[in-house]
């Protein structure tokens, strides 16, 4: 079983304005972290450009915090072969071309689960299945049993 996370995930790690996600967040980050979670590369760039526009980092600032989540994760990619199989999802209507690229690169490279709170809660592509990350109290008990916290 292995485990990645969207980009909302990892800027909730850094945005304090809601603390219970922030909390929740923390400890997914660190059980991903924990796990040698792989992390996809169009995560790290999305995630760049939300703590920019979003959280007001200043942009080095911002492209420091990217490289510590590209050190703290080993990373994957999507090629012309996972971006096809996106461009057809996309076009089916299943998922936004973004989601889809991410998850198409994300199954490609092994991963069975992808921590999101963008996509459905169970939505499948292939073999990996959407995991909401956040729950009423925090962590969602399906995050918090698929990282065994």
């Not at 420091?64 to 999802?89: C, I, K, P, V, W």
């Amino acid at each position: 079983m292995i485990v990645t996370g969207d980009t909302n995930l990892f800027v909730y790690a850094l945005d304090m304005r809601d603390a219970a996600k922030h909390a929740a967040a923390v400890t997914l980050v660190k059980a991903l972290q924990d796990d040698l979670a792989p992390v996809g590369l169009q995560v790290v760039g999305e995630f760049y450009r939300a703590i920019v526009r979003r959280l007001a980092f200043v942009p080095w600032d911002a492209a420091q915090a990217a490289r510590n989540l590209l050190t703290a994760h080993g990373s994957f990619h999507a090629d012309q072969q996972t971006t096809e199989r996106a461009l057809a999802e996309a076009a089916a209507g299943r998922f936004s071309f973004w989601d889809a690229n991410l998850l198409c690169a994300a199954e490609a490279a092994g991963c069975t689960h992808i921590l999101s709170e963008d996509m459905a809660d169970g939505a499948r592509l292939g073999r990996l299945e959407v995991v909401r990350p956040f729950g009423p109290s925090g962590v969602s008990d399906r995050a918090r049993t698929l990282l065994a916290l």
